[in-house]
């Protein structure tokens, strides 16, 4: 491993951006050091050769073992970044629309946020945790819970009898969540029932929204799940990397939430 002492203050300051964190974007960092993209990538190139970083499409990390993170973790990771997330994400839905609530972290921010959303909706979901949120507003809201097994601490409903219940109805907006995407701009994840899931609501929804954090962006999967470009909108808590962009057949889908 390189000698840290011996590198640069550009390089001493990138390092303690990344582990503030825990990722950051090629474009953040340029941003933020007062230097070009293309001196960044330099540097990530040194600090990964050195064992510091861990690099990813659009940035880089703090070097540790790819894992699956528990969904206690999760729940305490971008709280800021997913409440902003969910803000813009339920801004954008009209009176009376059919919304389909997949599971996640970000998506129980998103049925919380939904608590100040005082119009009528129709809620179609397999995520339990939201279910429950969103039994305040039983009165104004539509909510329809689908059946099947428990398969895991979220609350996600999975199997045949889910997928049958899902495919029957015909729904306005779907909002999914992945755990990662690889160097091709296929979303992933983990578990093939819930991906299974997704994929039939994406099939039966006529707008199609992913939630996608920034942390997500340096997280991978074991399946795919859809293509970015399958999504007719893309919230995530950063600007989309240069990288991201050359894989979208449109970029402006990308929406950053402020």
Known sequence: MTDLAHLNPRHRELIALVELHGHASIEFLAQRLNCSAQTVRRDIRKLCDANVLQRFRGGARIEKPQVRLGYATKQDSQQVEKGRMATLAVSQLQEGEALFLDTGTTCDHVARELLNYRKRLHVVTHNLTAALALAVQHQLFDIHVVGGKVAGRDGALTGSRTIKELASYRLDVAMIAVSGIDAEGYLLDFDSEKIEVKQTMMRHAGRK?????????????????????????????????????????????????L
Request: net charge negative; with cysteine; glycine share 4%.
């Open 209 to 257: 929204v992913l939630l996608m954090g920034s942390a997500k962006l340096c997280q991978r999967g074991i399946q795919r799940v859809a293509h970015l470009d399958e999504f007719d909108q893309v919230i995530c808590d950063l600007p989309a990397p240069e990288e991201i962009q050359t894989l979208m057949t449109y970029p402006e889908r990308w929406q950053e939430a």
